[in-house]
């Protein structure tokens, strides 16, 4: 019996399916956007030797790859389950493209850690007018994009990768601003592979943080913002609820918490009525009080547990 769903923060745009799917439109210009500015940044690393440019570029190129796996992955996503082995459909691709962005995203920042460091020990000359150009260019680009991820990103995991990796991309075009600056006002030409080195490290923690949540979904662990204790607590204190176990918790796909539970009862509340009142209480009580979308509830007379040794977990 599934529990009212309800957001935190504001509703998201209407769209059915994932909460990635409301978000579709908005990853389609983000996309234009980062593919735009992928050319422009290219011929800017061509036309200055900017390894920073170069870097920025390399950045984006992922930026473009993600955020067209990540529209791939919601189309497949929201597709209805094609066979009774796929009973959630393929709601968990939209996790494994949140993965496979993080490993684009190491990649990049280890070939551009290592680039920088061969142009620390031998500078290349780089224009600084013209690099100031590009990176602003490229800033006011990523500053649109964030603008349209925003909201997404606090409800889809799969569009809040895409967010970090335009943010850290947007944090990449300052830096190349910062770099560019510095070499037209004092001539320091190892500011360029200083900025490409903090472009790399920008890439880094936010690329764990966000593959250490999509392993969450993956391992089955608790929503971040749903204690297993308290939801214990709100179901034992209901009326006729005597005692609980196999409570699990887990989250399906962004946006999609589910949660089972095995609630023992009083015998007279197994009746027709108190059968139906007990589950209408159990579902306003999760969905009041917890953000969890599918909830299934077995309702067992006491000393029914003992029949289920080796069967329930």
């Known amino acids: 019996m599934g529990a009212g769903h309800h957001h935190h923060g504001g509703a998201p745009p209407a769209g059915p399916g994932t909460a990635g799917a409301a978000y579709r439109g908005r990853l389609r210009v983000a996309l234009a956007i980062a593919c735009v500015l992928l050319v422009a940044e290219l011929a800017g690393a061509a036309a200055t030797g900017s390894l920073a440019l170069l870097a920025d570029a390399g950045h984006v190129a992922t930026d473009a790859v993600g955020i067209g796996m990540a529209l791939l992955a919601i189309h497949v996503a929201n597709r209805p389950a094609g066979s009774d082995r796929r009973t959630f459909g393929f709601a968990r691709a939209e996790i494994l493209a949140a993965l496979a962005n993080c490993v684009l995203l190491l990649g990049v920042g280890g070939y551009i850690l290592v680039e920088a460091i061969g142009r620390l020990r031998d500078p290349a000359e780089v224009p600084g007018g013209l690099t100031v150009v590009f990176g602003v260019v490229g800033l006011l680009l990523n500053c649109a994009s964030l603008a349209l991820l925003m909201r997404g990103q606090r409800e889809s995991l799969n569009v809040r990768g895409a967010f970090l990796e335009v943010a850290a991309d947007a944090l990449g075009s300052l830096a190349v601003v910062a770099a560019a600056l510095v070499i037209v006002f004092t001539g320091w030409q190892q500011a ?58 887990w989250t399906i796909t962004s946006g999609m918490p589910a949660l089972s539970a095995h609630v023992v009862v009083a015998r007279e509340t197994l009746d027709a009525v108190g059968h139906e009142r007990l589950l209408h209480d159990l579902q306003g009580c999760l969905g009041e009080h917890f953000d969890v979308a599918h909830c299934t509830f077995q309702l067992e007379p006491s000393g029914h547990a003992a029949h289920e040794v080796g069967l329930c977990h």
């Open 192 to 249: 360029d592979p200083v900025a490409s080195l903090l472009i790399a490290l920008l890439i880094v923690p936010r690329t764990v943080k966000l593959a250490r949540e999509a392993l969450d979904v993956l391992l089955e662990s608790a929503p971040k913002d749903v204690r297993v204790a308290e939801v214990r607590a709100h179901i034992l204190e209901l009326p006729g609820v005597e005692d609980l176990h196999d409570l699990h918790v």
